[in-house]
T-cell receptor
Framework: GAVVSQHPSRVICKSGTSVKIECRSL??????MFWYRQFPKQSLMLMAT?????????EQGVEKDKFLINHASLTLSTLTVTSAHPEDSSFYIC????????????FGPGTRLTVL | SQQGEEDPQALSIQEGENATMNCSYK?????LQWYRQNSGRGLVHLIL?????REKHSGRLRVTLDTSKKSSSLLITASRAADTASYFC????????????FGSGTRLLVRP
């Protein structure tokens, strides 16, 4: 149990386009999901906390108009990178917290975004 | 910003040896968790230790927590080549956000 999926796994896009990444909890409900960004050989940097039915909470330095987050249901959160530029190229990972659990998060397999 | 640091940054050992990774953090925590990441993949949860616990075991894994020193260690015993991965500690801070703040990670290579 506690499986999180992400789609797509890889995406290549042209500069200026927008890209949507989906994060789904497959067998549990998640009122809270998280979005991380990871550069090569570095740790995960928390971008934002996605709350079902309310606005996302962004970490300091993360542009909310650049990275749009929508958590429309208890099993789906989406991250849209708007007007993507080459510096947005990165590995984006989502996680979901099991509601009522001790705090462990279940991670998706990640999405590799390359902006040309 | 990252909560803490891990050391060593990289560790190379022979199969069968034990691997120890250390994690330090800065603020008060609710719990500390260890995760594993294979190259280019998502993270896998290994073990969670609460702030009022000092030691926890899970199979070949042993985690310790010293809240007075704000540090934790992960010991992998009898390592296997399949243990090769990056290992991250993550701290859950004491608020209602359930956010995890990740350490810098240790890249472990287990040579067959």
């Amino acid at each position: 149990g506690a499986v999180v999926s992400q789609h797509p796994s890889r995406v290549i896009c042209k500069s200026g386009t927008s890209v949507k990444i989906e994060c789904r909890s497959l067998d549990f409900q998640a009122t809270t999901m998280f979005w991380y960004r990871q550069f090569p050989k570095q740790s995960l940097m928390l971008m934002a906390t996605s709350n079902e039915g309310s606005k996302a909470t962004y970490e300091q330095g993360v542009e909310k108009d650049k990275f749009l987050i929508n958590h429309a249901s208890l099993t789906l959160s989406t991250l849209t990178v708007t007007s993507a530029h080459p510096e947005d190229s990165s590995f984006y990972i989502c996680s979901a917290r099991l509601t009522g659990g001790p705090g462990e998060q279940f991670f998706g397999p990640g999405t590799r975004l390359t902006v040309l | 910003s990252q909560q803490g640091e891990e050391d060593p940054q990289a560790l190379s050992i022979q199969e069968g040896e034990n691997a120890t990774m250390n994690c330090s953090y800065k603020t008060s925590i609710n719990n500390l968790q260890w995760y594993r990441q294979n190259s280019g993949r998502g993270l896998v949860h290994l073990i969670l230790i609460r702030s009022n616990e000092r030691e926890k075991h899970s199979g070949r894994l042993r985690v310790t927590l010293d809240t007075s020193k704000k540090s934790s260690s992960l010991l992998i015993t009898a390592s296997r080549a399949a243990d090769t991965a990056s290992y991250f500690c993550a701290t859950a801070i004491m608020d209602s956000s359930y956010k995890l703040i990740f350490g810098s990670g240790t890249r472990l290579l287990v040579r067959p």
